[in-house]
Every structure is written in structure tokens, then in C-alpha cells.
């Protein structure tokens, strides 16, 4: 069974980067054919998908998150990091890594604020 466990600040400052590692146990990063994803939820609103890493390492993010967005992996740790620069107010949010769509972290809730 796969799980995947969310990492990081709660609490980030504007302007600053918000950086979240997720830990994967129970499957590898590169296992053929598993995407690995962020996602996350903002107050009221919907589920939305930020980037993913593939079991090769390559990557493909949002459009409209990708000036500010990377996504990258420790293989010898089983763990995919997040990064979000230049953060506001609105990237308030419950961040998700998940595994394709059926796996998913218990979330973790980032707070950006002076």
C-alpha cells in the first residue's frame, strides 16, 4: 500500500518560498508509468493541479503556476519537494501530494502571511 506524507512550514511570509517535501513509503518514485502530483485546495475553492514529477524525473507544471513553480525528487530518499516562489496571500492553501489519482496525503495546510 502506498502512502505519501506531506512536509513543511505552516506558515510562510509574502514574497518568500514555499518549499514542501512529500515522503513516499510502500512504492518508488520510479516505478514505471506513476505520476507524482501537487495539489492543492484554497479556501472555498476547488482542487487545483500544480505540477507532477514522472518515474523518469521529468516534470510538467500548471500554466498558470509554472513561472513560480518546481518540482523535484530525492530517489535515495523516496521523497518529491515542492517549491513555490514569490508567495501571496492567495497560495493559502491545503497542499496535496498525490500518487496518479487514487493516493493522496493527508494534506497540509500552508499559511502565507505577514
Known amino acids: 500500500q502506498v502512502q505519501l506524507q506531506e512536509s513543511g512550514p505552516g506558515l510562510v511570509k509574502p514574497s518568500q518560498t514555499l518549499s514542501l517535501t512529500c515522503t513516499v513509503s510502500?512504492?518508488?518514485?520510479?516505478?514505471?508509468?506513476?505520476?507524482w502530483s501537487w495539489i492543492r485546495q484554497s479556501p472555498g475553492k476547488g482542487l487545483e493541479w500544480m505540477g507532477a514529477i514522472g518515474y523518469s524525473g521529468s516534470t510538467a507544471y500548471s500554466p498558470s503556476l509554472k513561472s513560480r513553480t518546481s518540482i523535484s525528487r530525492d530517489t535515495s530518499k523516496n521523497q518529491f519537494t515542492l517549491q513555490l516562489s514569490s508567495v501571496t496571500p492567495e497560495d493559502t492553501a491545503v497542499y496535496y501530494c498525490?500518487?496518479?489519482?487514487?493516493?493522496w496525503g493527508q494534506g497540509t495546510q500552508v499559511t502565507v502571511s505577514s
Open positions: 498525490v500518487l496518479g489519482v487514487g493516493y
Open positions: 510502500g512504492g518508488s518514485l520510479t516505478t514505471n508509468d506513476y505520476y
